[in-house]
T-cell receptor
């Protein structure tokens, strides 16, 4: 059974803290994605990666960075957390090619920045 | 990617078929129709996709009209666990990019 796991389901951080959100997939997928989901705004892409050490900006990359040192792991970093980054963060992975859009999602991390 | 239009919400009785419509009148020839769902407090789950032929898997059936301007996702025997937001997405197959989930249809399955 395919699996995408995220390091925490719930996280509370203070403004200005550096925050690491980890995502691991066990499907040997090349593509990995980070989204955030907010009420009324739907899912928005933050960053994605096609391969190890590769990264591409999505629609809302400001205030975030990513790291992909190993194929199975894709980390989202909030360099200095702010209250407007309070959100649900979702990681996904997929195979390249015709299966690109069959994305498998993790359970999400609900981050609260106070 | 083509834009999609879905009803905001629908109800379905448990055990009955749930038919969720989606309009995508501007779909291009190389764009697929994808369906995902999101159960409350969980990540989205891929359900099914198709290009022009009808498709069926263990979760659902996808019926695409001949002109490809609309489609229907069918859950043949809805259960309470099928209560979720269902997203219809149109995209090129190997776009390798984010999916535009839109607002989806909130399906409530009632006992």
């Amino acid at each position: 059974d395919v699996k995408v796991t995220q390091s925490s389901r719930y996280l509370v951080k203070r403004t200005g803290e550096k925050v690491f959100l980890e995502c691991v997939q066990d499907m040997d997928h090349e593509n990995m994605f980070w989204y955030r989901q907010d009420p009324g705004l739907g899912l928005r892409l933050i960053y994605f990666s096609y391969d190890v050490k590769m990264k591409e900006k999505g629609d809302i990359p400001e205030g975030y960075s990513v790291s992909r040192e190993k194929k199975e792991r894709f980390s989202l970093i909030l360099e200095s957390a702010s209250t407007n980054q309070t959100s649900m963060y979702l990681c996904a992975s997929s195979r390249p090619g015709t299966s690109d859009n069959e994305q498998y999602f993790g359970p999400g991390t609900r981050l609260t920045v106070t | 990617d083509a834009k999609t239009t879905q009803p905001t919400s629908m109800d379905c009785a448990e055990g009955r078929a749930a038919n969720l419509p989606c309009n995508h009148s501007t779909i291009s020839g190389n764009e697929y129709v994808y369906w995902y769902r999101q159960i409350h407090s969980q990540g989205p789950q891929y359900i099914i996709h198709g290009l022009k032929n009808n498709e069926t898997n263990e979760m659902a059936s996808l019926i695409i009209t001949e002109d490809r301007k609309s489609s229907t996702l069918i859950l043949p025997h809805a259960t309470l666990r099928d209560t979720a937001v269902y997203y219809c997405i149109v995209s090129r197959a190997n776009s390798g990019y984010a999916l535009n989930f839109g607002k989806g249809t909130s399906l409530l399955v009632t006992p």
